[in-house]
């Protein structure tokens, strides 16, 4: 420590004092940081890309560390997106058991002439690949000239999971917005901009 060997006994300061084993330094942990991203289309949530398509990490500039997604947001939907270098809160979140609703505005239109209103087939029974879904909570907030707009709250995560239901049910998607996961809300942010989330945040998160 600091160029002496270290004896029982002995304490140190992590922000000040050289703590070196084996040769190799010491770094104290990095601060817990957590986020919350307005993602826009047109980016990815993987950390980098093989065909070189904007990630949500050139969107955090300022951010104090590095931290890396919770789960995924495809590349065509936007929307909340949270952030942060927890391990063990990020594991928690994306475990299959965490079944808390995460909620979308939704705006499709049906492939044919006839179908019943969306939130009747999307909230009912629907497979995926022989696999039952858990229900969702459906709502249609409004009808237009060329479909409806709608919100769907799911407790799953499947790959394109919101978008293969409307397909399974006779609709398309023509956009995607994440705007809750469970208590948390987009609210306001704006489109491309993040912010810390609020210590109310964290720990609701933290008691799923």
């Given at each position: 420590?600091?160029?002496?060997?270290a004896?029982?006994?002995?304490?140190?300061?992590p922000e000040?004092?050289?703590?070196?084993?084996?040769?190799?330094?010491?770094?104290p942990?990095?601060?817990?940081?957590?986020?919350?991203?307005?993602?826009?289309?047109?980016?990815?949530?993987?950390?980098?890309?093989?065909?070189?398509?904007?990630?949500?990490?050139?969107?955090?500039?300022?951010?104090?560390?590095?931290?890396?997604?919770?789960?995924?947001?495809?590349?065509?939907?936007?929307?909340?997106?949270?952030?942060?270098?927890?391990?063990?809160?990020?594991?928690?979140?994306?475990?299959?058991?965490?079944?808390?609703?995460k909620?979308?505005?939704?705006?499709?239109?049906?492939?044919?002439?006839?179908?019943?209103?969306?939130?009747?087939?999307?909230?009912?029974?629907?497979?995926?690949?022989g696999?039952?879904?858990l229900?969702?909570?459906?709502?249609?907030?409004?009808?237009?000239?060329?479909?409806?707009?709608?919100?769907?709250?799911?407790?799953?995560?499947?790959?394109?999971?919101?978008?293969?239901?409307?397909?399974?049910?006779?609709?398309?998607?023509?956009?995607?917005?994440?705007?809750?996961?469970?208590?948390?809300?987009?609210?306001?942010?704006?489109?491309?901009?993040?912010?810390?989330?609020?210590?109310?945040?964290?720990?609701y998160?933290r008691?799923?």
């Open positions: 420590m600091n160029g002496l060997t004896s029982i006994g002995d304490t140190a300061d000040t004092d050289e703590i070196l084993f084996d040769g190799c330094l010491i770094e942990p990095a601060e817990k940081c957590y986020i919350m991203l307005n993602k826009p289309r047109g980016y990815v949530t993987t950390l980098s890309d093989e065909a070189g398509r904007p990630s949500v990490l050139d969107l955090l500039e300022g951010v104090p560390q590095r931290v890396y997604p919770v789960g995924r947001l495809d590349m065509h939907s936007e929307g909340l997106l949270l952030l942060t270098n927890d391990g063990e809160l990020a594991n928690h979140l994306m475990h299959p058991s965490h079944e808390v609703y909620e979308y505005l939704v705006k499709l239109t049906p492939d044919k002439e006839g179908l019943p209103s969306p939130e009747i087939p999307l909230s009912g029974e629907i497979e995926l690949e696999e039952r879904l229900p969702a909570r459906c709502r249609l907030l409004a009808k237009t000239e060329n479909g409806y707009v709608m919100t769907i709250a799911i407790r799953q995560g499947k790959n394109r999971q919101i978008r293969r239901m409307c397909a399974k049910c006779g609709y398309t998607v023509n956009s995607l917005k994440r705007v809750a996961e469970g208590d948390v809300k987009l609210s306001d942010l704006p489109t491309g901009t993040w912010r810390f989330l609020t210590k109310d945040e964290i720990e998160l008691s799923l």
